[in-house]
């Protein structure tokens, strides 16, 4: 989670991190979680995006929240958020 920011965290970037081949990194990934290495990085994002947003003491933008969770976009963050949970990323009314 410390490098979620960081837009340069990609497949190259993590199958360096796990000192493996992108070959047995997406293998081992798919057998624990179903997801491919980039669905899988996707998922770990998303997954912070959505609790940046549900947290009610945090007044970060939509905007924010995509970069917090290192989509630089926030465009694309709004595309791949809606296709991941089926809504777009808003902050909730309180």
Request: aromatic share 10%; proline share 3%; charged share 20%.
């Given at each position: ?63 924010e ?19 991941h ?10």
């Open positions: 989670m410390a490098n979620l920011t960081n837009e340069s965290v990609d497949v190259d970037w993590l199958v360096a991190q796990a000192r493996m081949s992108r070959t047995q990194l997406h293998r081992k990934l798919t057998v624990l979680t179903s997801l491919s290495t980039t669905g899988f990085i996707h998922s770990v994002r998303l997954s912070k995006a959505q609790e940046l947003l549900a947290t009610d003491n945090e007044e970060l933008s939509v905007a929240v995509a970069y917090q969770a290192g989509y630089s976009p926030s465009a694309y963050f709004s595309k791949v958020f809606s296709d949970f089926g809504y777009s990323p808003v902050r909730p009314k309180v």
